[in-house]
């Protein structure tokens, strides 16, 4: 019975988009569906045009994220297909840890002189390794 409640339960989170756990199993879901636009970083805002193009601009460092599976905070990025290439302007200091986690279409990114870190596992996954 437990079982199938957490079931209904992970069904209507993938529903409205976001992600489930389900206790005890290590079984994690997390819904791979992106907006077109936010932010992703006290300073930074993001944009993802329709050719599958994510550009990230401002000033500052990259807010700090986790795995799906820890779920501290995740990437706003992370397990997106919709992503292809992305494009980090002058200004953004930082990529932070896993901010681009199994994005598994992502074969090509430009970066910015003013970039001084990349997180670990930040492109994990990614065909652009």
């Not at 006290?42 to 700090?64: C, F």
């Not at 297909?81 to 302007?89: E, F, G, P, Y």
């Not at 200004?91 to 990114?109: E, H, K, P, R």
């Amino acid at each position: 019975m437990k079982n199938n409640v957490v079931s209904l339960l992970c069904a209507a989170a993938l529903i409205c988009g976001g992600f489930c756990s389900m206790p005890g199993t290590g079984i994690s879901t997390f819904a791979a569906e992106i907006a077109n636009s936010g932010t992703c970083g006290e300073n930074l805002t993001w944009k993802l045009d329709d050719e599958g193009t994510l550009t990230i601009s401002g000033e500052g460092d990259m807010t700090a994220y986790s795995t799906a599976a820890t779920r501290y905070e995740v990437s706003p990025f992370e397990r997106s297909d919709a992503i292809r290439k992305v494009v980090i302007l002058d200004g953004v200091t930082s990529i932070a840890s896993f901010a681009f986690l199994n994005c598994t279409n992502l074969t090509a990114v430009s970066l910015p002189d003013s970039l001084v870190s990349i997180g670990g596992d930040a492109f994990a996954g990614c065909l652009c390794q």
